[in-house]
């Protein structure tokens, strides 16, 4: 299985493990993944630079499309995938949607997002994200153009604005896999996020995740939850605790990627789209 069948679909062994805490809600499932990330993240960060404007930046958003298509194919629920065009450059973003099975909670969306591209030609520890019918609506973004202003994720943010959907809940995933040996923590960030969701993304670390967390500051919206953010939309951002000191540079490559940090930013991507797929958890 890829990487992205995992985050997306929640391709994964699922075992039953109720929690303690009274804030995380009873009959809680404790993610086991297994999955084969070097074979997706290879292939993905293979492509010689991912820049939004470049033939690669294309040609990469066309095969992590293709991979998403093949992902739903035989999902026994109601799953569609479709680009979203921008006017400024050639690589579109991606949106898988699993509709939920409740009519009437259906119309409330949660929201897993993640950017495809990369500037210069570097980016391994970049953003990858990825039979369950969710009551609530769950959607997979990936975002085009977000190293050059969070442009993908700022238009789409727009439109749901305009709309007025009903995003209950957004995780941005990136830069998960730079570990630091003795450092097994996840850097929950308290900047440009929404304190519930923030808040909620703690308990399923204690939950779901063998790492510990620690709080973390940007100083600016320096990744896609930011955009939601700026249209009052209830976003978290979980990100390695130290960034990559080689970040865009060469080094920033598939060797440095940490996979057994990177399984657990996936439990941790799991547990939010299951606990937020009813209500209770927000």
């Known amino acids: 299985m890829k990487l992205v069948l995992v985050v997306s679909l929640g391709v994964a062994l699922v075992a039953s493990c109720p929690f303690g805490d009274e804030e995380i809600k009873a009959g809680k499932r404790l993610i086991k993944t297994s999955f084969e990330e070097p074979d997706f993240v290879g292939t993905f960060s293979s492509y010689f630079s991912r820049y939004y404007q470049s033939p690669n930046g294309t040609e990469s ?11 739903i194919a035989n999902y026994v629920g109601n799953a569609t995938v479709n680009e979203v065009v921008h006017p400024f450059g050639v690589q579109n973003s991606i949106i898988a949607r699993i509709t939920g099975s409740d009519p009437t909670l259906r119309g409330e969306i949660v929201i897993i997002g993640a950017h495809q591209d990369s500037v210069n030609t570097f980016g391994a520890l970049l953003a990858a994200p990825g039979g369950y019918i ?9 975002y085009a153009a977000e190293e050059v202003g969070l442009r993908g994720s700022a238009a789409i943010a727009q439109i749901y604005n305009t709309n007025r959907v009903n995003v209950v809940g957004m995780v941005n995933f990136d830069v998960p896999g730079y570990h630091i040996a003795g450092r097994d923590e ?9 304190a519930e969701v923030t808040t909620l993304l703690r308990l399923l670390v204690d939950g779901y995740c063998t790492y510990t967390w620690i709080n973390k500051t940007c100083g600016y919206g320096c990744s896609d939850h930011a955009s939601w953010t700026n249209y009052g939309f209830p976003a978290g951002f979980p990100a390695e605790t130290v960034f990559h000191p080689l ?23 799991l547990g939010f789209v299951v606990e937020m797929s009813e209500p209770g958890s927000l």
Do not use: A
């Open 61 to 71: 958003q066309r095969w992590l499309l293709s991979q998403v298509q093949d992902s």
């Open 134 to 142: 969710p009551k609530r609506t769950i959607e997979f973004h990936w």
């Open 186 to 194: 996840i850097g929950i960030y308290t900047d440009h996020v929404n």
């Open 247 to 269: 970040m865009h540079r060469p080094g920033d490559n598939f060797e440095s990627v940490g996979f057994t940090q990177v399984n657990e930013f996936v439990k941790l991507s």
